[in-house]
């Protein structure tokens, strides 16, 4: 019998619902491996013990077992606020700072029986695309300590990669998702706008945020995805957790079959490219043309999409970014507990004026309907994850704001522009390096197309043929 961690969050669904196992048992199992792992990884910033154990034993006498995450241990990434466990925003600013109320989606996870282990790694309010700062120690991938496990829901996807948890929901406002799975060989799922309770803790202007999940396999992802927004007539179904007309039920369904056939168009530029100084590393160009060869087994058709320059995007986005920073709730002496960046992202969001803002938002707002008349014509659009390797810890410049903006977008180029666009989009790990690191592609999908995503990540998936494949900490 294999341990517990070994097994997919499936198959431990699977197994409490059977009563092999227990949530307590399950809890107990993962709470042990947080407390020896942890201290390595910094996955977890706040580790709930006591607390996760009796919500595990009031899942066991209270809560139905057909609630869809029953049992399941996961843990609230450090935006979300949860009742009576310190929300620090990953910030020294909000150090001390307990809610005496829970968000919306911690709410629903558990409504749908999960229980949580504790608050996971987040940099400063969410705002970075790695996890590191001053705050506490940097969240690590588990592939190599020495590298950064990718942001800002980087210590969900440190977790789930080391085995301290199997599965975990983050939050997704330019790549925050999908940017850490891709880091630590994960899947990660960034659902259409509107799809599950936002996922921000600082609101979500332009409407970027939103919650998902981040698994070890597919699978696990739609479960996760099906816990976050709960069968139709389910009472703890938000009212923004919407399905799109005619889907057929829960995403676990079309991940399990893993059916159809499909257009596919394959995307390498991007909308920072008139901006930056954007190149597609060798291995992130080597696991696209994996992933290519492996879809065209299952005989989809596949094309290039046809260049499109977008040189407003970059000035248009950075906007956005600068006016979200503006609202952090800090002010005074507070300012000098931000780290370098946020006050950069700060003060540059507060000086600017509204008509700026206004601009940028229409803008981005001609922007979304030009993305989506684009890919029209595909089911979905396959891109390079990443476009670097993981970044090692310390890599980013903490203190020249301009300097961190253009190493971000280098890195992650192929991400914010599906948030500014309201899509749905998958990561899937491909390759490892010869290093051993992993590398995936990203699948993005039409509005409201989350099952057609699930469908072909799991072909993908299938295809690949990996032999579980663990970190050497595991």
């Known amino acids: 019998m294999s341990e517990l961690h070994e097994r997919t969050a499936l198959e431990l669904h699977q197994s409490l619902q059977r009563g092999e196992v227990s949530p307590v048992e399950l809890a107990t199992h993962y709470l042990e491996r947080v407390e020896r792992l942890n201290p390595e990884v910094g996955a977890f910033v706040e580790v709930t013990g006591e607390r996760a154990l009796e919500r595990a034993r009031l899942v066991e006498r209270e809560v139905p077992r057909s609630r869809p995450l029953w049992g399941l241990p996961l843990g609230d990434k450090d935006l979300q606020q949860r009742a009576g466990v310190p929300a620090r925003f990953g910030s020294r600013a909000f150090a001390d700072f307990v809610p005496d109320t829970s968000d919306d989606l911690v709410q629903a996870v558990d409504a749908a029986g999960a229980v949580s282990l504790g608050k996971t790694a ?6 970075p695309s790695y996890t590191e700062g001053l705050s506490g120690p940097p969240a690590r991938n588990p592939w190599d300590l020495g590298l950064g496990a990718g942001g800002s829901s980087g210590g969900a996807a440190a977790a789930v990669a080391a085995g ?6 983050g939050s997704d406002g330019g790549g925050s998702i999908r940017i850490p799975a891709a880091a630590c060989g994960l899947v990660g799922v960034k659902p259409s706008r509107g799809r599950v309770p936002g996922g921000s803790g600082l609101g979500s202007l332009a409407g970027l945020g939103v919650a998902g999940p981040i698994a070890r396999t597919v699978a696990d992802a739609a479960l996760l995805l099906d816990g976050l927004i709960g069968p139709e007539g389910y009472p703890a179904a938000h009212p923004f957790a919407v399905r799109a007309p005619g889907d057929d039920g829960p995403y676990l369904g079309a991940a399990v079959r893993g059916e159809g056939r499909f257009q596919l168009g394959v995307l390498t530029e991007s909308p920072w490219d008139e901006g930056y100084d954007i190149s597609i590393a060798p291995e992130a160009r080597a696991a696209l043309d994996r992933a290519i060869a492996v879809l065209d087994t299952g005989r989809h058709g596949i094309e290039e999409v046809p260049a499109a320059p977008e040189p407003g995007y970059p000035e248009a986005f950075r906007t956005i970014w600068q006016a979200g920073a503006a609202t952090i709730p800090v002010d005074g002496e507070g300012l ?35 993305v989506i008349a684009r890919f029209a014509s595909y089911d979905a659009v396959l891109t390079p994850a990443l476009a670097l ?17 253009a190493q971000q977008v280098q890195f992650t180029p192929f991400t914010s522009f ?56 595991w």
């Not at 987040?122 to 705002?127: D, R, S, V």
């Open 336 to 370: 000098e507990l931000l780290e370098p960046l946020t006050q950069w992202l700060v003060e540059r969001g507060r000086a600017l004026p509204a008509r700026q803002l206004a601009e940028a938002l229409s803008w981005l707002s001609a922007f979304e309907r030009r």
């Open 418 to 473: 599906v948030n500014v666009s309201g899509l749905p989009a998958i990561t899937v790990p491909v390759e490892f390096t010869a290093e051993g690191l992993p590398m995936g592609v990203q699948l993005i999908g039409r509005p409201g197309g989350e099952a057609t995503l699930f469908s072909l990540a799991a072909q993908l998936e299938r295809r690949l043929r990996r032999a579980p494949r663990h970190p050497a900490l």
């Open 164 to 169: 301290l948890l199997p599965f975990a929901p």
């Open 389 to 405: 390797t993981p970044r090692p810890v310390g890599w980013y410049d903490a203190r020249d704001g301009e300097r961190n903006f």
């Open 122 to 127: 987040t940099p400063e309010f969410g705002l």
